[in-house]
């Protein structure tokens, strides 16, 4: 008989919070919460790492989904070793359900927020999440191991880079660490963008408050389920696994092989008034010309000053008070 996926499981509604249990080779799992699955080995010593693999925080994004629910799959029938201790996370639960990019406001907007703010579908699941990575990570911290990361993700648009990062900005006090950056070459990451401003966004928390190495991740364009066949994976899959098993990515990535880029400016949409030059279509990582007039927003003007510059996510449909796009420059570590 076919076992019913972590995934499957999850969107029929019969995942939450249980009792842990062992599986015949002795890892720990546990499920903590709807959609949030957790491994752990029978040890876990200092130098080792405690890791965060998040996806479907926008409901639409499911290429890396189908990518989690099929390495928890080959976690729960004991093909992969287990080294490290691993979170895994299906963010968005209810937009999953409806192929949407979220329900009532978008998610990766709601983390780190005031406690006084509303409370939406997807708020209240954002600081359960956060909850959920400060009990994980509060035991790295007492026993000495690495925190790490991912928020996977997929970008409404097509893009001249297909793969990319966005490192968050680093708490005061510290800096983009290059070591960091260098592994995900491995993954085929093409390019990595440094921001320079706070985010309400899920890598920006672990991060700031959970001191986390953490870094959200595009890996191509949005599709339905089932839709991802042109998105390939396997490299993403292979250096996730690796540190799982609690192996170093071999052979040693070039760091050269990733651009380096910096978040020059956001584009704040603040009212109805808003503009943008481009296309809502435009690709990723379009270059804009020096003096362009790029968005205007009543007396608001953002022309393009920078030399090299490039656009990140144009959308001129977001709520207003949200980024509705960003140029970044080409930068040096
Ligand atoms: O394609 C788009 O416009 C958005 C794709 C996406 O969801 N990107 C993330 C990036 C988060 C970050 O800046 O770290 C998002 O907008 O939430
Ligand atoms: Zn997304």
Known sequence: MNRISFLEQTLAGRTSIALPYCLP????????DEGVIRFEPRQSGPGTLDLVISCGVHGNETAPVELVDDLVDQLLAGRIKVRSRVLFIFGNVPALREGRRFVEDDMNRQFCRIPEASDGLEARRATMLE???MRFFARAVQEGRRRLHYDLHTAIHGSLIEKFAI?????????FDAAAIAPLAQAQIQAVLLQS?????????SSQHCGATAFTIELGR???FGGNQDIDLQAVEAYLRALIEGETPRPQPDPAHLQVFRVAREIIKHSEAFRLAVDGETDNFTPLPQGMLLAEDGDRRWVVEEEHARIVFPNPDVMPGQRAGLIVVPTAL
Not at 167 to 175: A, I, K, N
């Open 167 to 175: 490192y968050p900005l680093p708490p005061e006090g510290r800096t």
């Open 222 to 224: 949005a599709h339905p």
């Open 25 to 32: 080779n002795g890892v720990h799992v546990q499920v903590m």
């Open 197 to 205: 401003a706070r985010a309400p966004t899920f890598s920006y928390f």
């Open 131 to 133: 909850m959920q990575l």
